[in-house]
Every structure is written in C-alpha cells, then in structure tokens.
Nanobody, 120 residues
Framework: QVQLVESGGGLVQPGGSLRLSCLASGSIFGIDSMGWYRQAPGKQRDMVARIIQGGTPIYADSVKGRFTISRDNAKNMVYLQMNSLKPEDTAVYYC??????????????WGQGTQVTVSS
C-alpha cells in the first residue's frame, strides 16, 4: 500500500552538489521519522541522515557540515541536500521511513534507491 520513491541522483564532479527527494505515497496515517541511507558495492548499508517530527536531525560523521536533511510534512516528502561532494560519497542512496498505516500500527519502508556517482 505504501511506497517510497527517490529521485535526484546522478553523476556529479567532486565539489559539486545534488539534492535528493523522496516521496511517500499510499495509505499513510502518519510518518514518525524519515531518513537517508547509502550502500556502496561490497559494503553494508549505513545511515547518512535521519529526522523525526519535532526533533534534531542526526548525521553520520562523514557527512556533517556537508549534507542537510529536511522534511515537508504536508507533502510527505524528505530531502537530502548534498554539498561539497566527494568520491567517497558514491553509493546507492535509499530513502527510509517509519510510517503509521493505522493509529497503532507502524511499519518500516524502503525506497528503491537512486545512484549517486561523484567522479571527475
């Protein structure tokens, strides 16, 4: 019933910027938290940034000062502004959300992922 769809990935030069977007749609009663994770080939999927309603965003140490996460609750969207990109940021980026489909029922959902490649 619920799906997350990411967009905004692509190829960018080192030092460049990208803005990722994630739209949640379906039978949504409420969204408790949303975040961005990334996975490079041969590595585990790690948290990049996460934000809860009314809370302070948290970031991986590797992206602090460069990435900014934000939410638009009215549109059920979350964004990741990525600045000063480095080759080490190359990965598939996934949107994640804890979504209440009913007042007392919460599920974790994942998007399909969007490729971010930082290269000269």
């Amino acid at each position: 019933q619920v799906q997350l769809v990411e967009s905004g990935g692509g190829l960018v030069q080192p030092g460049g910027s990208l803005r990722l977007s994630c739209l949640a749609s379906g039978s949504i009663f409420g969204i408790d938290s949303m975040g961005w994770y990334r996975q490079a080939p041969g590595k585990q999927r790690d948290m990049v940034a996460r934000i809860i309603q009314g809370g302070t965003p948290i970031y991986a140490d590797s992206v602090k000062g460069r990435f900014t996460i934000s939410r638009d609750n009215a549109k059920n969207m979350v964004y990741l502004q990525m600045n000063s990109l480095k080759p080490e940021d190359t990965a598939v980026y996934y949107c994640n959300a804890d979504i209440r489909t009913m007042p007392t029922l919460t599920y974790e959902f994942w998007g399909q992922g969007t490729q971010v490649t930082v290269s000269s």
